[in-house]
């Protein structure tokens, strides 16, 4: 079971990104899958999530209308927006079944980095 996150950088305030997270190793149609991002010094925080079988979303309100996750087939999207400094963090991908709040599986991060 696994999950690999990609697409972390360095861009400008106002710029976008895509963060990319390619899941295998079981199935995931009865699953949640989520970003969540670490900021230097801040706990781990909830981003976005989606249901893998019904595609319903949440969002976190800090970034409710930049941000928006999708998926399709093995694969979960963030497309990241209009994004500002405080988004810098080191953004991880995790999932978790249907019922059970604690995720299970986690990727392995990626850093991405906003400059003012």
């Known amino acids: 079971v696994q999950l690999q996150a990609s697409g972390g950088g360095l861009v400008q305030a106002g710029g976008s990104l895509r963060l990319s997270c390619v899941a295998s190793?079981?199935?995931?149609?009865?699953?949640?899958l989520g970003w969540f991002r670490q900021a230097p010094g801040k706990e781990r925080e909830f981003v976005a999530t989606i249901s893998w079988s019904s595609g319903s979303t949440s969002y976190a309100d800090s970034v409710k209308g930049r941000f928006t996750i999708s998926r399709d087939k093995n694969m979960v999207f963030l497309q990241m927006n209009s994004l500002k400094f405080e988004d810098t963090a080191v953004y991880y991908c995790g999932a978790r079944r249907i019922g059970v709040l604690r995720y299970d599986v986690w990727g392995q991060g990626t850093l991405v980095t906003v400059s003012s």
């Open positions: 190793g079981r199935t995931f149609s009865n699953s949640v």
